[in-house]
């Protein structure tokens, strides 16, 4: 049973930092990352890494944010400074599985808030 576990979410002033972090388990992932949405908009990608460890950006938020793992936990983080008012949104947790499925096949956690004060 495939589980994502998310934490690290909160309110903070605009400039402050949230770290993110989202424990896998279940399966084998061939892409992990952080997708958010906003009220009233579209979910949309932050960041993902890929097995290999290459990684990629949303560009509202490149040299801002980064996106890590530690394959031994099967944990992805993704590190948050400077952060701005409009990066407020529920985070989500996804991770692909493209070694079982094909097309590859999405599992999502459960979400966390992150606000940030003007």
């Known amino acids: 049973q495939v589980q994502l576990v998310e934490s690290g979410g909160g309110l903070v002033q605009a400039g402050g930092s949230l770290r993110l972090s989202c424990a896998a388990s279940g399966s084998i992932f061939s892409i992990v990352g952080w997708y958010r949405q906003a009220p009233g908009k579209q979910r949309e990608m932050v960041a993902t890494?890929?097995?290999?460890?290459?990684?990629n950006y949303a560009d509202s938020v490149k040299g801002r944010f980064t996106i890590s793992k530690i394959n031994a936990k099967n944990t992805v983080y993704l590190q948050m400074n400077s952060l701005k008012p409009e990066d407020t949104a529920v985070y989500y947790c996804?991770?692909?599985?493209?070694?079982?499925?094909?097309?590859?096949?999405?599992?999502w956690g459960q979400g966390t808030q992150v606000t940030v004060s003007s």
């Open positions: 890494v890929t097995s290999g460890g290459s990684t």
């Open positions: 996804n991770a692909k599985d493209a070694i079982l499925y094909s097309p590859p096949r999405d599992y």
